[in-house]
């Protein structure tokens, strides 16, 4: 890693979801400032590439399209290479062939491209009938990567579409289509990219190997997570607080270093990924096996609970963070106990906001339709793994008639 010298730099992006609203705009220009900030302080000091992953567009209309291209035009460097994917938000205005014919009138682009820049290859494919890929796009894929392997087995192959690849990263659960799996298990050197779900990028599971390396990309949008037991559902109470984006860099073997970067703090998040040898399943490293890890958050012996019931009937919980000494905690599990029995009268998950690059130090829950009595509450952290807290985080309260 000590060694790995870029040959090869691209920015990846997808749901920018540009409309008639300033902030997608000014996330993206300040993105792309940063990168290009970036850029210029390496050594190897180009960026090389621009792929937006899909739904760069809210509704597809004329003003987006036009919008995003002019933004483009303003933010990127003329060297630097565009591809764009369209997908189902492209496709709200005037559906699939009116958004295929405003990619190639406004941008001179085709849907799905295969190109080839300093001696690697990037296929991309737009959707079709939504956010799916029918037999067409599976034998133009099929023999695109083809060619590409035919070229030298041991590169990379980067493949870009809109919806991940089911049961891969985080998101594909909710969001993943498999019309493309078969076809990529052939090419363990494939290393893809994928949007839609609008998953964090800083999330371990934002990259998955199995038979072929999976990454997120993130959006510029608001978050979505694919876990379905928080009491505020998929998507969580602060989610607009995001804009984040992947730049991947390659050496002349090969190995491929992603960064995840924070827009809204103009930081990298400290998640780097480096995939040495891609060509290589034995050499994966971002398996399901990381799900065996012995490794548990914990509470500090300093953390504390605090109660808040000066509403009626009603009590906040708000706890300090667990800590773990790997990755980062994902959710709490915050149960209230009734302190004469121990049954168990409420139970809540929430996510820790570990999405956010500056994570919040407490995190809380409210409970609703909670009798005057005494309770305790236990409280167990989880990281992304489902590997629990031994002890729970417990305290005593009293809510009064």
């Known amino acids: 890693m000590s060694e790995f010298v870029p040959v090869f730099r691209m920015i990846v992006t997808s749901d920018i979801h540009i409309q008639k609203d300033d902030y997608q705009i000014e996330r993206f220009r300040n993105g792309m400032k940063f990168a290009y900030d970036y850029a210029i302080n390496q050594d190897y000091d180009v960026i090389d590439a621009f792929f937006a992953v899909g739904d760069f567009a809210n509704s597809g209309s004329e003003w987006e399209m036009l919008t995003f291209r002019d933004l483009m035009d303003e933010c990127l460097s003329p060297d630097t290479e565009r591809t764009l994917m369209l997908a189902s938000h492209e496709f709200k205005t005037d559906g699939q062939e009116g958004a295929y014919s405003r990619l190639r009138s406004i941008y001179n682009m085709e849907p799905d491209t295969h190109k080839v ?11 079709e009938d939504g956010c799916r890929f029918r037999e067409g796009k599976q034998s133009w894929l099929r023999e695109e990567l083809k060619k590409a392997a035919s ?4 590169k990379p192959i980067f493949v870009f579409q809109h919806p991940h690849i089911t049961d891969t990263v985080a998101g594909s659960i909710n969001w993943g289509e498999d019309d493309l799996t078969a076809i990529m298990m052939d090419y363990p050197q494939i290393i893809d990219f994928s949007g839609h779900s609008h998953a964090p990028i800083n999330d371990p599971r934002s990259i998955h190997q199995r038979h072929f390396t999976c ?31 992947l730049i991947v860099e390659v050496d002349k073997n090969g190995a491929v270093l992603v960064k995840n ?4 703090t103009q930081n990298f998040f400290p998640c780097d990924r480096y995939i040495e040898t891609p060509w290589e399943p034995e050499s994966f490293v971002y398996t399901d096996a990381r799900y065996l890890t012995t490794v548990k ?15 009626k009937g009603s009590v906040t919980v708000a706890f300090t963070q667990a800590k773990i000494d790997e990755d980062m905690v994902d959710d709490y599990i915050i149960r209230l106990r009734n302190k004469k029995d121990g049954t168990v009268v409420k139970q809540a998950a929430v996510w820790s906001s570990y999405y956010l690059y500056n994570m919040p130090e407490t995190c809380s829950v409210t409970f609703k339709d909670v009798e005057a009595g005494e309770y305790y509450v236990e ?5 992304f793994w489902k590997n ?3 002890k729970p985080l417990t305290a005593e309260f009293i809510i009064a008639e």
């Open 151 to 154: 070229a030298d087995p041991k």
């Open 297 to 311: 958050p914990y509470f500090a012996d300093d953390a504390t609970v605090t109660f808040d019931c000066s509403e």
């Open 261 to 264: 970067v924070d827009v809204l």
């Open 379 to 383: 409280i167990f952290a989880q990281g």
């Open 215 to 245: 990454l997120g990309t993130g959006s510029f949008s608001y978050f979505e997570l694919d876990e379905f037991d928080k009491i505020y559902g998929t998507i969580p109470p602060d989610c607009d607080e995001q804009a984040q984006f």
């Open 388 to 390: 629990r807290s031994e």
């Open 117 to 127: 820049m300093k001696g690697f290859h990037f296929i991309s494919v737009s959707t």
